[in-house]
């Protein structure tokens, strides 16, 4: 396993204000795309169990008869997963605390959390080893991502003993996890996606908390240096479509270009809070202030309401998850044609 020091002398980190571009083009093939529809049927699944302790903030899914949900608590309720259309802990209790989970079939998924990893075979979990920064009092997984198995990201933070955050970005090249050597930036990364189809670098979001107040980013890391792209107090999300990243900044949703972002949707004067879940740019859902929001290329309307605070979601090609108050599973299905 690397072990880096504190800035490895071939990396440096390059600190930019928010670049940004106006972006008056349309996309190749993007005027043939389909808008999406919102002949959606819905409920609404309360998850419930001997203990009130457990919080489920991450969901994950290899099609929608194998969905997985992720989070902290008592166990076995920390770990959540769907049989035949029926939510239920796992079945054996898998110990930890649990931020990040994703995969690439049902018998190959991971999960990240408090100092700990663990991979599913199909028929059961397994501790990872190696996955701890090394010389630091504790690592912590926020979200992982990958494009193949082969091909894994586990982003996060530690903790020196001094009490100092740092963030960390763990790669998995298929054979073993491998930490990035980055500068020690005092922040915590949440969020995680590459940009397959696009300029195919890594981006981050992440959060650097002051007692004066918290401090939201977003990064790039295009293999050799950490290049911060946003630094402010709206918040940030790094989202995906087909392979392409979408990065929040408050109500306004950015596309990656060179070393800085260009402005594709500004929803200002709308309910928009940020959030990309998709199929396409004119087939994707949101966060509204008064629920769950959908685009469809022309217009963005409140498609469920809800005052139940959103905290993750995962779509299918008819179907789309969403995890609210982060014990409430939304299950929207559209409607036979």
């Not at 908390?209 to 999300?237: C, H, P, R, V």
Request: net charge negative.
């Amino acid at each position: 396993m690397n072990k880096p020091g504190k800035v490895a002398s071939s990396l440096f980190l390059a600190v930019f204000s928010l670049v940004i571009y106006t972006c008056n083009t349309t996309e190749p093939g993007e005027e043939n795309v389909t808008p999406g529809r919102r002949d959606y049927e819905w409920t609404a699944d309360t998850l419930s169990g001997d203990s009130p302790n457990y919080y489920l903030s991450k969901i994950w899914g290899f099609d929608i008869n194998n969905v997985w949900l992720a989070g902290t608590g008592d166990t076995p309720y920390n770990i959540w997963n769907n049989v035949n259309g029926k939510w239920q802990p796992y079945r054996t209790k898998v110990y930890g605390d649990y931020y990040g989970i994703y995969g690439f079939s049902k018998t190959d998924i991971w999960i990240a959390g408090n100092n700990l990893m663990q991979h599913y075979n199909g028929s059961s979990w397994s501790s990872v080893n190696d996955i701890l920064f090394p010389n630091t009092y504790s690592t912590f997984y926020s979200d992982m991502w990958g494009n193949n198995s082969g091909n894994i990201y586990a982003v996060g933070g530690c903790t020196d003993n001094e009490g100092n955050n740092f963030g960390i970005i763990n790669h998995f090249n298929g054979t073993e996890w491998e930490f990035i050597d980055i500068p020690e930036e005092r922040v915590i990364f949440s969020q995680v996606k590459q940009d397959i189809n696009g300029t195919n670098y890594i981006y981050l979001a992440g959060t650097k908390f002051e007692t004066t107040g918290d401090t939201e980013k977003i990064y790039m890391y295009n293999g050799k240096e950490l290049i911060q792209l946003y630094s402010g107090t709206a918040i940030t999300t790094v989202n995906q479509i087909n392979g392409k990243v979408y990065l929040c900044i408050g109500n306004k949703i950015y596309k990656p270009k060179n070393n800085g972002l260009e402005i594709w949707k500004d929803f200002n004067g709308t309910k928009y809070l940020g959030r990309v879940w998709g199929r396409s740019e004119k087939d994707f859902f949101g966060v509204a202030s008064d629920g769950l929001a959908h685009y469809n290329g022309t217009d963005l309307v409140t498609i469920y309401p809800t005052s139940s605070s959103i905290v993750d979601g995962y779509i299918f090609e008819k179907e789309i998850f969403i995890i609210c108050d982060f014990r409430i599973i939304i299950h929207g299905k559209l409607k036979s044609e």
